[in-house]
């Protein structure tokens, strides 16, 4: 009995100094023995009301700060003296940096569900593994993602019908953010494995200084300076590359990083359970999902520059910076879904699970109508901030009652996404985005080609995608678990 307590008592030692969450303390679901005897723990206390609101609070800062930039890039330039012309420009960088972007998703969202079942396992080794695998396989993306873009940069920017003053301005911007794609992938590796081990104020911290650099490196150079719009590319690129080396930094110096054994090999004779074929399997599914979700915003820039006027595009820019407020606001409990989530399905807990999604379910619908009031009564109030244009504001108001009718399924979806993510149904994630895109979305946008042109086609088709994500993730959640 001694030597079996003294035991015990080592082995909260080691969980609680090292790999257990340091802005909480909480103690693991299960802790390895040897054999297959689990310790009994307090569950209700990590899905308890507190905890979820001391979890959340730090991953909705996350991803609200990852939507300031974008929003406030868009306003920015609108009150230069590139206004519309630059806005236009802005915008062709913006539909094809995001795709790039949020098509490597996998490496935050499908990385955060994979090491948080290792923790919620006690399998530290598995995690260290897992966190050599991503770095390598972000830098590696990274790279081959670049140098492709880099040399077609004339001809993608050709086919977004980037003429003379736009296709001047446009070039060289592109060609300086793509050079940082490596550090942008780097970024969301170290995110991902950051919240999979429940660090997630430390994942906060790697988003406010993507976002700290890149503002003030915008009000000092285009607002302040006046300079030419090169410096917005100068000063996002500079942030990232400065956040994935402090992310990378705070994910393997401190001291409880070390019993990961982040910069060990592991024995050739030695079983592996994370290997790089079941990674690339889990991550390639995930990547066919990104896919389809980037591909619908990039054939509605296209479309729209394409088939309306140019006044347009900067409309269509403004009004999908604002749907994306939704997501970051809404992801930050979606986040904990996948945190938390994965690691009580890991231990076997699936009462507490279902009690996290009650729970997280009536703040996720709660959260989308304080949305809607906010974008009913602010609607001039944000456009007026987001554009000094009367043309652009008139059009942004013409669609401005989807927007408004959407914020409860928006937020339906990406809580449904967070379900599933924790569950690792990356396949049905991935089937049924396919499914809203071909279904749904495409038929729609076929509607801009047979009948005059409207932005409002454009959103509904959007829109369609996601009330077919969020219908289906619920059922199969609810269904299954």
């Given amino acids: 009995m001694g030597l079996g307590k003294e035991r015990r008592e080592e082995e909260e030692i080691y969980i609680t100094e090292g790999l257990e969450n340091e802005e909480m303390g909480l103690p693991l679901l299960s802790v390895e023995k040897g054999t297959d005897e689990k310790d009994d723990v307090d569950v209700e206390k990590l899905v308890s009301w507190s905890n979820i609101w001391k979890m959340s609070l730090p991953a909705l800062v996350k991803e609200s700060l990852a939507f300031l930039p974008g929003l406030v890039r868009t306003a920015v330039i609108g009150h230069t003296s590139y206004s519309e012309i630059g806005q236009q420009a802005f915008s062709i960088i913006s539909s094809i940096m995001s795709p790039i972007g949020w098509v490597f998703v996998f490496l935050i969202n499908g990385v955060t569900s994979q090491v948080g079942g290792e923790y919620g396992k006690s399998k530290f080794k598995n995690i260290g593994r897992m966190i050599r695998l991503v770095i390598t396989a972000a830098l590696l993306l990274g790279f081959l993602t670049q140098i492709p873009l880099l040399i077609l940069t004339p001809s993608i920017l050709r086919w977004f019908d980037a003429k003379d003053k736009i296709f001047e301005l446009t070039v060289p911007f592109l060609r300086m953010r793509l050079i940082t794609v490596p550090f942008l992938l780097l970024a969301r590796g170290t995110t991902g494995i950051l919240q999979g081990l429940q660090r997630v104020n430390s994942a906060m911290i790697v988003q406010f200084m993507i976002v700290g650099f890149d503002l003030v490196g915008h009000y000092v150079f285009l607002t302040l300076q006046k300079k030419p719009l090169i410096y917005s590319a100068y000063s996002t690129c500079f942030a990232q590359v400065a956040a994935s080396m402090i992310g990378f930094l705070i994910l393997v110096v401190p001291k409880s990083s070390k019993r990961l054994r982040i910069f060990s090999s592991s024995s050739s004779k030695e079983k592996k359970e994370v290997t790089w074929s079941a990674f690339i399997s889990s991550s390639f599914v995930l990547f066919l999902r990104s896919v389809a979700l980037q591909m619908s915003f990039v054939l509605a820039a296209k479309v729209t520059s394409n088939q309306l006027p140019t006044k347009y595009m900067s409309a269509y820019l403004i009004i999908l910076q604002l749907w994306f407020f939704n997501s970051f606001v809404i992801d930050g409990f979606a986040i904990v879904a996948n945190m938390v989530g994965s690691r009580l399905i890991a231990a076997g807990e699936l009462p507490a699970f279902r009690l996290l999604r009650a729970r997280l379910l009536s703040v996720t619908v709660t959260l989308g109508f304080i949305l809607m ?109």
């Fill in 373 to 481: 009031g906010i974008f009913w009564l602010f609607e001039e109030r944000i456009l007026g901030i987001v554009s000094n244009s009367d043309a652009t504001i008139e059009l942004c108001r013409n669609v401005w009652y989807i927007l408004l009718i959407m914020q409860v399924p928006n937020s339906l979806c990406f809580y449904g996404d967070g379900l599933l993510l924790a569950a690792k149904e990356f396949k049905f994630l991935s089937k049924y985005m396919w499914v809203g895109f071909l279904g749904f979305y495409l038929p729609i946008m076929m509607f801009q080609y047979i009948v005059p042109p409207m932005l409002d086609f454009t959103f509904i088709a959007i829109a369609s995608m996601s009330c077919v994500r969020f219908m289906s993730g619920l059922s199969l959640s609810y269904y299954k678990y």
